[in-house]
């Protein structure tokens, strides 16, 4: 069975710092591109991230550009989002996302984890 399971979420400062991760299990996504979106309530889940297979490639949302940076190890079969200088708005629930198939498209996924929550105090 194919998992993805984020860890790293929690409640932290305007100005703070948090290092999400995703491990995946069930099959390697060394050769696939993964990423994290976020979904705040009321709002649509939104693509944060992206990264391709070998990290040549990557994708931010102009609302991240500057604060968070995307990494994987694909020994690990893992990717991370390193997120610094966090602010109100980036409070929302966390989901890290693979792509099945190969390729190099950064807005492309259909394999999903349960998400994991960011809350960001002022």
């Known amino acids: 069975q194919v998992q993805l399971v984020e860890s790293g979420g929690g409640l932290v400062q305007a100005g703070g710092s948090l290092r999400l991760s995703c491990a995946a299990s069930?099959?390697?996504?060394?050769?696939?591109?993964m990423g994290w979106f976020r979904q705040a309530p009321g709002n649509e889940r939104e693509l944060v991230a992206g990264?391709?297979?070998?990290?040549?490639?990557?994708y931010y949302a102009d609302s991240v550009k500057g604060r968070f940076t995307i990494s994987r190890d694909n020994a690990k079969n893992t990717v991370y989002l390193q997120m610094n200088s966090l602010k109100p708005e980036d409070t929302a629930a966390y989901y890290c996302?693979?792509?099945?198939?190969?390729?190099?498209?950064?807005?492309?996924?259909?394999?999903w984890g349960q998400g994991t929550q960011v809350t960001v105090s002022s």
């Open positions: 996302a693979a792509r099945r198939s190969l390729g190099e498209a950064l807005n492309d996924y259909d394999i």
């Open positions: 069930g099959r390697s996504f060394s050769s696939n591109t």
């Open positions: 990264i391709t297979w070998n990290g040549g490639r990557t």
